[in-house]
């Protein structure tokens, strides 16, 4: 009788493994403590770089599950290892900061932290996009994982990633060596909470998911003066006012309409009195895309057309308008490599059935999830969205045509029992298909 190897050995076990492991009623046997953790989490937030008793907490969790644990990478980051022999690593990546946002939900557990941000202003702390949801998930699959450690074979590589909102967090932890000091891994694993997709669904969109973003301030400056004279001035109220409006034409008429674009102006700041014509006016631009090169067409034109209103109106050189990108918080977009979000796709559906998988749509909001794709490394990466709406307000919404809180609202209160039970579900059958996946080449 032939000897099997130990490759085959756990070929077979895994395969069993996959047709009766039960992951709903494990989950659900610890959904208990689950929900502790995540009021935890909810009832003490910290803004961006400021997440350090949140770090502690996840480093806390972690080597109660004998991750090897280092904090504080990037901030307040936390990085785990498990080691479980010879396979593929996987990263499953969470976000751990807050919102300065003063929760408005009316629930018994709302937060009520204080607290002064960057600028020393006196601000509320709220988890109003899901990161809670997000940390909670997180250790419920490490938790997974680990249990069910005898029917995979690779590295599990958990990262609680601070300073998200900021748009500083991952590029953060990569710049201090996080795909060198720690692991490179195969695969690059995240989640999102939805605002507007029933808890217990998952929608994942192949290639494109979420937007560059770039932050634009620009001074428009001017001659001031009186203003029952503007003869004698000139006005930059009126000039950035041209520029708004010129603004508009660089989507619509220098774009294909084949590429996303989005040019808002969010801010506009100028004078002090009603008779008074200043000197200066401020905008404040947010801009979305998703490819590189209408990315540099905004920013291009943004000047150019900034600089020939200057021009037209007579304003000498010395006084052109003044265009600053916010370089460091530059957000790239999010690509899900369509493989993998296949794969995860598939592996969802078996777990949480196929009627609650749905193929989501590229949006333009931000996430620096995408950063970890964009490395040398070029590690191919996916994050899904995971529902948040109590099902039953989520149907009365549509048949009513009601507006849900969105995410970033004060009013924003997931069902996070459903939430986390489903996030758990879902990621804990992607890792274990992905570590399996490798052994059955």
């Known amino acids: 009788m032939k000897i099997l190897s130990s490759s085959l050995l756990f070929l077979f076990a895994s395969h069993a493994y996959a047709s009766t492991l039960d992951l709903s009623h494990s989950v659900a046997k610890r959904l208990p403590d689950l929900e ?5 989490l909810h009832q003490n937030p910290e803004l961006s770089y400021q997440e350090q008793q949140t770090g502690k907490r996840l480093a806390t969790e972690l080597r109660a599950l004998n991750f090897s644990v280092t904090d504080e990478v990037g901030g307040f980051g ?3 290892i498990f080691k479980n022999g010879v396979g593929p690593t996987v990263m499953i990546r969470a976000d751990t900061d807050g919102l300065p946002i003063i929760e408005q939900t009316g ?3 709302a937060s009520t932290v204080r607290t002064l ?3 020393n202003n ?5 988890h109003g996009c899901g990161h809670d949801i997000h940390m909670t998930s997180f250790i419920g699959t490490a938790e997974q994982l680990v249990q069910h450690k005898s029917h995979w074979q690779g590295t599990l590589m958990m990262v609680a990633q601070p300073a998200e909102e900021v748009g500083g967090g ?3 932890m990569i710049k201090e060596g996080l795909f060198d000091k720690f692991s490179t891994p195969d695969h690059v694993l995240g989640l999102h909470v939805s605002a507007s997709l029933p808890a217990g669904k998952v929608a994942i969109a192949p290639g494109y998911a979420l937007a560059n973003v770039d932050s634009v301030d620009i001074t428009v400056k001017g001659k001031g003066g009186h203003g029952a004279y503007p003869h004698t001035t000139i006005d930059p109220v009126v000039l950035a006012s041209r520029i708004v409006l010129a603004l508009q034409t660089v989507t619509s008429r220098e774009i294909t309409p084949l590429e996303p674009s989005v040019i808002t102006v969010g801010s506009i700041h100028g004078g002090s009195k009603h008779n008074i014509i200043s000197n200066e006016v401020k905008l404040q631009l947010t801009l979305r895309s998703y490819s590189p090169k209408v990315r540099a067409l905004q920013i291009a034109a943004i000047k150019r057309i900034t600089k020939g209103i200057a021009m037209s109106a007579g304003l000498p050189e010395q006084l052109a308008p003044e265009v600053f990108v916010h370089e460091d918080e530059t957000i790239p977009s999010t690509y899900n490599d369509p493989a993998l979000a296949l794969a995860m796709t598939k592996s969802i559906k078996q777990e949480i059935g196929a009627d609650n998988v749905v193929k989501a749509e590229p949006v333009m909001a931000g996430e620096d999830f995408g950063m970890y794709g964009r490395t040398e490394h070029q590690l191919p990466i996916t994050i899904f969205w ?6 039953n307000k989520y149907q009365e919404s549509v048949k ?3 507006t849900l809180p969105s995410l970033h609202s004060s009013k924003f209160a997931p069902d996070y029992p459903l939430a986390i039970s489903t996030g758990v579900r879902a990621m804990t059958s992607s890792a274990l298909d992905l570590f399996n996946k490798a052994h059955q080449r």
């Open 36 to 40: 502790s953790l995540y009021l935890h």
């Open 78 to 80: 936390v990085v785990g």
């Open 107 to 109: 629930k018994p557990y």
């Open 117 to 119: 941000d960057a600028n």
């Open 122 to 126: 006196k601000v509320g702390v709220m």
């Open 170 to 172: 991952a590029k953060a």
């Open 386 to 391: 995971l529902g948040g709406v109590e099902p």
């Open 400 to 402: 009513q045509g009601l």
